[in-house]
């Protein structure tokens, strides 16, 4: 091979290396243009999560009083029976 086929294949794959390199960078530019809209997406799916955990938190407090008014209920008439059977 000539010193000039040589220079034209090396120049060759140069130019497709480029050519690779600027494709990459092309899709990074556009998949960085929609990051924006993604971080919006996250945001809004963030705020529905807060806003069920503080649901489910107001959930928990309830079942939590009713869970102590049915133990002392159940305490009064365990008590009650006791009571009946030692007579």
């Known amino acids: 091979m000539s010193r000039l086929n ?3 294949n ?10 690779n390199a600027a ?19 996250l ?3 963030r705020e529905k999560l807060l ?7 107001e959930e928990v407090a309830a079942l939590s009083g009713l869970t102590e ?7 009064g008439a365990m008590g ?3 009571a009946a059977l030692a007579r």
């Open 69 to 75: 008014e049915v133990e002392g209920r159940l305490d």
């Open 23 to 41: 494709a990459t960078v092309g899709e990074s530019l556009d998949a960085a243009a929609k990051l924006p809209e993604k971080v919006a997406e």
């Open 80 to 82: 009650e029976i006791r």
């Open 10 to 19: 090396r120049f060759e794959a140069a130019l497709e290396s480029l050519e």
């Open 43 to 45: 945001e809004m799916e």
């Open 51 to 57: 806003a069920r955990i503080a649901e489910l938190e």
């Open 6 to 8: 040589l220079a034209q």
